[in-house]
C-alpha cells in the first residue's frame, strides 16, 4: 500500500461545547493519510488515474467551513467517512489538532484510522 498524505491543512470552523465556541470560529489543523495504489497513476502520468489530493483537500476545506460539530470526535468520523466513501480510499488516518483547546497544552484533539490497512 502507498500513503498519499495531506499535513497541515489548516479549516477555520465551528467546533466546542461552550458557549463562546459556539459563536467563534477556531483553526482546527489536520494531517491526513491515505492509502492507495499509486502504481496506475504513476504509469499513465494521468490525474484521471490517481488519488487526487487537491480534490480532497478543496472538498474538506469546504466542509469542514461549514459544519458546526461539538466534538472533534465527530469531525474525525464525518472526514473518514468523505475520504473513503466519496474518493474510494480503503484506508485512512486522520489526526485533528485543535490548538489551544487546553490551556497550557500545545496540542489537543484525535487520531483516528479507518478501513483496511493493506
Known sequence: MDIVYLNDLRVDTIIGIYDWERRTKQTIILDIEMGTDIR???ESDSIDDALDYKAV???LFAYIGES???LVETLAERIAAIITDEFGVKWCRIRLN???AVRGV????????RGTRA
Open 106 to 113: 500545545r496540542d489537543v484533539g484525535v487520531i483516528i484510522e
Open 68 to 70: 458546526k460539530f461539538n
Open 57 to 59: 483537500a478543496k472538498r
Open 40 to 42: 496506475t497513476a504513476a
Open 98 to 100: 485543535k490548538k489551544g
